[in-house]
């Protein structure tokens, strides 16, 4: 269980090996989480040379204070530095003779970065860059049985809330009721700002909750999902308000529902990411909806809420077995509202029964 | 009222101009929110040569694409830039004849300090430092007007929740529901993850909500905040569970409440920030209780809810008048619990009344 890490650091360590570096700094905190099994807060990784150093700037409370995470954490020693750990972090490994140290440069500010070369001038920082990020593109079992577990907490969410009454309720209280259902089900926290969006605002992908209180004939969209153990899923549905939805919510509505369909059906090992944007772009484009459409239609999950892949017009790069990501098309009608739909899938072979699908509330249009 | 943005950026472009920067690049989102009015996501602020530009990674949705925020958000400009707006900012204030640009070290990483390099090679890319971060210290009364209803909302949560039933809920059911009070009353959300803490949890600062419930005889101990309109304030509480405290937990409030009305009462302009430290600090060192003392017992908040000052025994510094600040000196015993106390207040002259406490919920050692 906890030999994962050390494979993953191991993984790490002989990417650094190739490109001339005895030793790593990983400071982009999903990234430390993911060869750690967990990351206090401002906490940095030092690989090697000789060691794998968890170095955090004050001593970490709660479960890894009392040693509960044992299972989860495993480096070789864990130290509280009280300065900025990535100035530790230099003035160790110079100290363990490193002469070339890789470090994030798409995390590490100007100024860390300075104060690192000022404390080791001898030590040569290299730009390690989104190594990390990409061994986390494909998922082990036991990551996609966490997001299987999140989309389930965030299924029953939304579940409870369809069961309640909605009308005249605001955007903002429904938003929270349903980050204390996620809770309330076993979620670590939300994945991301709950978005719940009413009428005009309705089919926005990142709506701000307001105090629009929902009505009758209102399209009502809502985003979603759960942290569960650091991963995160996302869950987006729009439904109808009162007993009849308008020919022209129907209609938006299929539209949506066919291209959304698209997407998850190009999700095959193999898969250009350009192409299954294409497959769900296409549709809404023909339609004459290619006016603000959103720049990409998915994205992948796991640490963080937005991880590589990109599905988008000018992504580079090809879709493997075991990739977790969203399909989410939507249009959204200045004025009047729009739909969006939005489910968390993984990229399976055909002959396992192709996309596994995490989230599984139903994609009729329901009239609440 | 949009004047003060402009006077705002007057002041930084004299400290650039005086340090031979004609253009500056403010990318740190508290920080442009300061001097636009407002921070889409994302966005940077360009200050000159010509025109002050607000760049945004793509549309703004909500208030500001409907010009809500007019008000609130003015700049000459705001452009959309698709790409890294910090990329499109150097090549726009290249093309208009900048030949220096001091950027934010501390808040730019690496990677985009190169790219912003690689777009406008001819650039001198100078260091803003925290000059912005030192402009915000002092607080204009609007500001302070802010805080004060963001207080005022934060004293409403709390007592609210002091009139419910507690004994038997968890932490985090606390939690959120304090975050859905806040909301309730008008917050545009919590300041920060809220903290409930109970019996041997009690009285750390930071503690993250568990699924322990509250018993009787438990100290309890809360820390929750609201943001309204981006400023953000703090409150810490510690309660007794049960109709009567033990003489220990009686007389360990009794001394961080002498330590928290020390530090208070050091409060007034011109007071050394690590004088006011030690104000707090010095009777829980004398009680034997400097082990696991947290490394300051105060610090700024505005946009941010950990701003400068630092009142720290290593801080450098004075307090000015109109400077809101936490005090909240703490105790925690391994294995028992613990208490906090934290108000935010307004440093003032004597001559006003000396400082303002903006949280007033009281601190007398309540049994619930």
Redesign the interface.
């Known amino acids: 269980m906890s030999e994962v890490y050390a494979v993953r650091r191991g993984l790490l360590r002989d990417r650094c090996a190739a490109v001339g570096s005895a030793a790593a700094l990983v400071s982009r905190p999903a990234n430390v989480h993911y060869l750690a099994g967990g990351a206090p807060?401002g906490a940095v990784l030092l690989l090697g040379p000789d060691e794998d150093v968890l170095l955090c700037p004050?001593p970490p409370?709660?479960d890894l204070a009392e040693g509960r995470t044992d299972e989860r954490l495993r480096v070789d020693r864990l130290s509280v530095t009280g300065g900025d750990p990535v100035v530790a972090a230099a003035d160790l490994a110079a100290s363990h003779g490193a002469e070339s140290l890789a470090?994030e440069?798409?995390?590490?500010?100007?100024?860390?970065?300075?104060a690192m070369g000022a404390v080791a001038p001898k030590l040569r920082l290299a730009?390690l860059g989104v190594t990390v990020e990409q061994l986390r593109i494909v998922k082990d079992e036991e990551e996609i049985g966490c997001l299987r577990i999140a989309a389930e907490i965030t299924d029953q969410a939304l579940g409870e809330l369809l069961e309640s009454i909605l009308v005249g309720r605001t955007e903002?209280?429904l938003a929270?009721e349903l980050?204390?259902r996620l809770?309330?089900h076993g979620a670590d926290g939300p994945a991301f700002a709950t978005s719940v969006a009413t009428g005009p605002n309705s089919g926005?992908g990142?709506?701000?909750p307001?105090d629009r209180r929902v009505e009758e004939g209102d399209f009502l969209s809502v985003r979603l999902g759960a942290n569960y153990r650091g991963y995160r899923c996302e869950i987006g549905r729009t439904f109808v308000i009162g007993t009849a939805p308008a020919d022209w919510q129907i209609e938006l509505y299929d539209l949506v529902f066919a291209a959304q369909r698209a997407g998850r059906e190009a999700l095959v090992p193999g898969a250009a990411y350009r192409d299954v944007d294409r497959a769900a772009r296409q549709l809404l484009d023909s339609a004459g909806h290619s006016e603000g459409l959103t720049?990409r239609t998915g994205h992948g999950v796991g640490l963080e809420i937005d991880e590589d892949p990109q599905l988008a017009p000018d992504a580079m790069g090809k879709l493997d077995a075991c990739v977790p990501v969203t399909v989410e098309p939507g249009v959204h009608l200045p004025g009047r509202g729009g739909v969006r739909i939005d489910d968390t899938l993984v990229v399976r072979p055909e002959a396992d029964g192709g996309p596994e699908l995490l989230t599984i509330t139903t994609k009729e249009l329901l009239a609440l």
């Open positions: 807060p004050r409370t709660g470090v440069e798409h995390d590490l500010t100007v100024a860390r970065h300075r730009d903002r209280h929270l980050e204390r809770v309330d926005r990142r709506h701000r307001s720049p």
